[in-house]
């Protein structure tokens, strides 16, 4: 039996605490009920444990967390998976700014749009990928400083259909990881250097295995999803910046 | 015909042999990183690349037979008050290149230093000095937000306190070591860095590059950085020490982010990073969740939260034109403690333009800080630790006579490991085995060697420090926080003078 809480009078800290106290009680699974912008949710967590919330959390969901995954029934504010290392994070609605910032590992699928600066700076090293798949549109500096990690754009569930599928500068500085995108962008949407290339085999296989498990969580048919094309974006160079001095 | 490349035309040293001391030994090719001694096997002869030196005298230091002197290179340019040779070769070398000169150590410009025109007050007949040898000498420092009244209960006839204090880091000398990389030094000058941390009973602070393994032991001296390219930034990381210091600016290039050059992104690196080998280490000019004093906030708490306010929460900004403000809006956020670090604050790789131009001098901004701080009533919720061009235990006196209450250093830590300020960190070549982290010059600084030389620069500040204060007729350093009056001004003017709160000598 999962633990319930409604944790509509509580303040974020209280929240967090009673999380951590029956986690070391050996409680694996939390149902979060009521939750309206309280913070920093499962922050710094590090365990293998589930949690279903229900409401709109505030900023920081997830951050620095090692290990819970993470359903939300509702949308999730900026900064959800910050610096997160390990776990997963579903998102049933959209996503503000400054999703999976730095991010070392782990998942987070949105169903919905996301807003500014999603993936910047995520990093990879061996077998560790994060991995961002946003279902909607996302806004400006996608990717930028991206070092590693995979992100899958879809444009498919947004309420924005009149905007392109990404913002500007999208990929600016990344000197490692992929982003993928279904459908085009302009080239003067890419980040300076940038070009879009079309996927090999590999590319699809990867694709459709990191999809199928994003279908999969909120009940999607793939089919539709690969009816599109994609476009690739990986650095021109892992030194993006290596020539900018004089010694 | 290839381009000529101006800047080997005028090299900056000269390499000269004393060829009736020299042995041929060919120690010298081995120990010159950037290829200045050459073997010529046709003429069995030594060679100097003098356009190659950079001037670190390892060479020189190495020679078992004294037979290297290193000196300015003596061909002159004609004099011009205006194009001095640093312009004129710093034209050549964008002009054959085409970039951004980059250059390592702090502010090298000769701005009026603040600290060499204060001197420090001394007990005569009316006041007795102290003797430390003799009498009892304080230098703990508590780093940390202070309550604002202290309440006593009385309970079954004994008093304690009514509500708990907040945490607070108890250091053992106000001198903690400043953010330096791992990527930026070696692996090695941590270890030291920790070790000699540990047994002052100080602080030293990883940098933003994570911690290696070895260095999880010395935690409870540990500050864990956490700035805008969140490298090497994991949850064991945070709860490795006993405050996370967020890293907004730095003295040595406000408003940018750090950069490791690729050069120094080895295999180890990569892995503590989780960045590419050979990339660029980017860390972005803002931190991309922080646009406002309300977004800091945030950051902060989730550092807290994330792990269980057990670790106090550092924030450090370079010292520029609004300071005072930007600090008090920090110390609103909710940072336990301030760290300005100051136009002359070092760096294993900034732009030399911002390096010289950008920031305030430190002794300014301390003063200004604290004075805005006291004015609004909120100087006891942080502590101010200054950082940026300390040079000797009496800058460390005036700093906090100036209102600090600890000061970081870093470019005197690594100058006390041998360093010789040739200011060329960036290229990852450092011949001393400071800057680098190639294997094989890292072995050039062993941990042991970096650990006594770092304990004992501070060991004898610290004593220094005791001496100054008994002169003063003072016997801890809480009673120097902010004591003006125990400095005066030597040749500023008034506005300066106002600014850092002190009277005139003879005042």
Redesign the interface.
């Given at each position: 039996m999962p633990l319930e809480l409604e944790v509509t009078p509580f303040h974020?800290?209280q929240v967090?605490k009673i999380i951590?106290e029956h986690i070391s009680k050996g409680e694996r699974e939390f149902v979060l009920r009521g939750v309206n912008g309280h913070?920093?949710l499962f922050?710094?967590v590090?365990a293998e444990v589930s949690a279903v919330i229900y409401g709109t959390p505030g900023?920081?969901l997830g951050?620095?967390?090692?290990g819970p995954v993470i359903r939300v029934f509702g949308s999730v504010q900026?900064?959800a998976g910050?610096?997160m290392?390990h776990g997963k994070i579903i998102v049933h609605g959209m996503a503000g700014d400054?999703i999976g910032?730095?991010m070392?590992g782990g998942k987070i699928h949105i169903f919905g749009d996301v807003g500014y600066?999603v993936g910047?700076?995520m990093?990879?090293?061996m077998d560790?990928v994060p991995v961002i798949i946003i279902g909607g549109k996302a806004g400006d500096?996608l990717g930028?400083?991206m070092?590693?990690g995979i992100i899958i754009l879809l444009g498919m569930n947004t309420i924005y259909p009149e905007r392109p599928i990404a913002g500007l500068f999208l990929g600016t500085?990344m000197?490692?990881g992929a982003i993928y995108i279904r459908g085009k962008v302009r080239e003067n949407q890419l980040g300076l250097g940038l070009k879009p290339y079309a996927l090999d085999s590999d590319d699809e296989k990867l694709l459709e295995s990191y999809l199928k498990e994003y279908c999969d969580d909120f009940g999607l048919d793939i089919s539709e999803i690969l009816k599109e094309d994609f476009i690739k974006i990986i650095p021109y160079t892992?030194?993006?910046?290596?020539?900018?001095?004089?010694? | 015909m290839s381009t000529p490349i101006f800047a080997n035309f005028h090299p900056d040293f000269y390499v000269e042999r004393l060829w009736d001391k020299c042995i041929k030994c060919k120690r010298c090719i081995r120990e010159c990183t950037y290829g200045v001694h050459i073997w010529d096997e046709k003429k069995k002869t030594l060679k100097e690349d003098h356009t190659k030196c950079v001037g670190c005298h390892r060479c020189s230091a190495m020679c078992p037979t004294n037979a290297l002197i290193i000196r300015r290179h003596p061909s002159d340019f004609r004099e011009h008050a205006l194009w001095t040779p640093w312009f004129i070769k710093n034209i050549y070398?964008?002009a054959?290149?085409?970039?951004?000169?980059?250059t390592s150590t702090g502010c090298a410009l000769p701005y009026k230093n603040y600290f060499d025109h204060l001197v420090i007050d001394a007990c005569q007949v009316t006041n007795p000095p102290i003797d430390p040898l003799r009498e009892p000498m304080e230098l703990r420092t508590f780093i940390g937000p202070k309550p604002e009244a202290v309440e006593v209960e009385e309970v079954n006839g004994r008093f304690r306190l009514k509500k708990k204090l907040p945490p607070v880091i108890r250091i053992e000398v106000p001198i903690m070591f400043a953010g330096m990389s791992y990527g930026a030094i070696s692996l090695h000058v941590h270890q030291g860095l920790a070790r000699a941390a540990r047994d002052l009973g100080t602080l030293y602070n990883t940098g933003e590059g994570g911690l290696h393994a070895s260095l999880y032991e010395y935690g409870a001296n540990t500050i864990v950085q956490c700035a805008?390219?969140?490298?090497g930034?994991?949850?064991?990381y945070?709860?490795a020490g006993v405050a996370i210091e967020i890293k907004i600016g730095q003295g040595a290039k406000p408003g940018i982010g750090g950069?490791l050059?690729?050069e120094k992104v080895t295999e180890e690196i990569?892995?503590t990073?989780?960045?590419?080998v050979?990339?660029?280490a980017?860390s972005?000019a803002p931190h991309?969740?922080i646009y406002s004093i309300e977004d800091l906030r945030?950051l902060i708490?989730?550092l807290k939260?994330?792990?269980?306010y057990k670790k106090l929460v550092f924030v450090k900004i370079a010292a520029v034109h609004n300071v005072a403000a930007i600090a008090s809006g920090i110390v609103r956020a909710g940072a336990d403690a301030v760290v300005i670090d100051g136009l002359k604050g070092g760096t294993g790789a900034s732009?030399t333009m911002f390096r010289d131009n950008i920031g305030i001098p430190i002794e300014l901004a301390i003063s200004a800080v604290d004075k805005r701080l006291r004015e609004e009533g909120i100087r006891h919720r942080t502590s101010i630790i200054a950082s940026g061009g300390i040079r000797c235990s009496a800058d460390v006196v005036k700093a906090i006579a100036l209102g600090a209450d600890a000061v970081y250093i870093g470019t005197a830590a690594l100058i006390a490991c041998g360093c010789t300020m040739c200011q060329r960190c960036?290229?990852g070549k450092c011949p001393w085995g400071i800057a680098t982290n190639n294997p094989e010059l890292m072995k050039r600084l062993p941990p042991e060697v970096a650990y006594e030389k770092i304990y004992n620069l501070v060991k004898g500040w610290a004593h220094e420090i005791k001496e100054m204060l008994g002169a003063m007729g003072i016997n801890s350093i809480e009673s120097l926080k902010g004591n003006r009056d125990k400095l005066r001004a030597v040749g500023l003017t008034r506005e300066e003078m106002e600014i850092l709160e002190v009277k005139h000598a003879g005042e």
């Open positions: 974020y800290s967090n951590r913070r920093y922050a710094g590090s900023l920081d951050a620095f967390m090692r900026d900064g910050n610096t290392d400054v910032y730095a070392r600066r910047i700076h990093k990879a090293y560790k500096f930028e400083y070092a590693g500085g000197h490692g892992h030194r993006p910046y290596g020539k900018l001095y004089a010694y | 070398k964008q054959d290149q085409g970039g951004v000169l980059l805008s390219g969140r490298f930034l994991h949850i064991d945070l709860n950069h050059p690729g990569s892995k990073r989780m960045i590419p050979g990339s660029d980017l972005p991309h969740d945030g708490f989730a939260e994330a792990t269980e732009p960036h290229t």
